[in-house]
């Protein structure tokens, strides 16, 4: 069966920080991948998606940036956080596109906090 | 663009008590409609789904069913439990590749049911 992890679980970040978040899948082959952002008050909004290692699309201009080094390596990243920047980060996965049964599927999330 | 609008909460019930949590929805075309929900320091799992109008969705006790006309995608519950305690997101997506699979959410509900 799938798994989606994510870590960490929990991170305090002073502003001007870097940022490095990590999500994996298991399982599964060639999946699309997402980064969501769930801020205070607000719903999620999709930050970034892959379709492929290398591959990635940005859906909204802000302060992050995203890498896939491997088929299933999804990595959320800044240079220098802000506070606007606190959430809750989730990744999700999919199987490939034209595949039947193709949900989203996320993962346990990391609550970022900047201060 | 896409859009979905959900009733702000916090939602409060009483243990048993019915429960409607309104959603609709802007797109063009025809989307498929989800609710998703996201239990206390989890992630967020689907809940239920409809892709085309007059579909009903159902798990757990909730259903929600589609319907173009008014645009709409009501989840009710008919006797809540406490362990349904949650956030439920109404979202909506178009097409089935790359960005056009992207999820657009609501802003969530807060659900507490007491005992």
């Known amino acids: 069966s799938q798994t989606i992890h994510q870590w960490p679980a929990t991170l305090v970040q002073p502003v001007g920080s870097p940022l490095s978040l990590e999500c994996t899948v298991e399982?599964?082959?060639?999946?699309?991948l997402y980064w969501y952002r769930q801020a205070a008050g607000r719903g999620l909004q999709l930050l970034f998606y892959?379709?492929?290692?290398?591959?990635i699309s940005s859906e909204v201009p802000q302060n992050l940036s995203a890498s896939r080094p491997q088929d299933r390596q999804f990595i959320l990243s800044s240079k220098k956080l802000l506070l606007s920047d606190s959430g809750f980060y989730l990744c999700?996965?999919?199987?490939?596109?034209?595949?039947?049964?193709?949900?989203?599927?996320f993962g346990p999330g990391t609550r970022l906090t900047v201060l | 663009g896409d859009s979905v609008t959900q009733m702000e909460g916090p939602v409060t019930l009483s243990e048993e008590a019915f429960l409607t949590i309104n959603c609709t929805y802007t797109?063009?075309?025809?989307?498929?409609l989800f609710w998703y929900v996201q239990y206390p320091g989890e992630g967020l799992q689907l809940l239920l789904k409809?892709?085309?109008?007059?579909d009903k969705g159902s798990n757990k006790g909730f259903e929600a069913t589609y319907r173009k006309e008014t645009t709409s995608f009501h989840l009710e519950k008919g006797s809540v439990q406490v362990s349904d305690s949650a956030v439920y997101f109404c979202?909506?997506?178009?097409?089935?590749?790359?960005?056009?699979?992207?999820?657009?959410f609501g802003k969530g509900t807060l659900l507490t049911v007491n005992p």
């Open positions: 999700a996965w999919r199987t490939p596109t034209g595949t039947p049964n193709n949900e989203q599927f």
């Open positions: 399982g599964t082959s060639n999946p699309n």
């Open positions: 892959s379709v492929g290692i290398g591959q």
């Open positions: 797109a063009t075309g025809y989307p498929s």
């Open positions: 409809a892709t085309k109008a007059d």
């Open positions: 979202a909506l997506r178009r097409g089935s590749g790359g960005s056009n699979y992207k999820l657009t």
